[in-house]
């Protein structure tokens, strides 16, 4: 079995990848600018979905 030796990247290969550019520039996570409406609407959709399953398990419960 090979090993692998990964060497530490250089300042320029670290901006490339962490999509630094030496500026500060403002967020945009795949179009979206609102991040705290974004992530609100995540958390209902989960709660949501944990309800849907609370009642399914319920009635799946109560019918046995």
Known sequence: MEVIVMRELN???????SGG?????????GGITDTGGF???LINIYEGLV???SHVIERVANAL
């Open 11 to 17: 300042k320029m290969e670290l901006e490339f990848v």
């Open 21 to 29: 550019h030496g500026v500060c520039t403002p967020n945009d996570f």
């Open 39 to 41: 992530g609100r609407d």
């Open 51 to 53: 309800a849907a399953t």
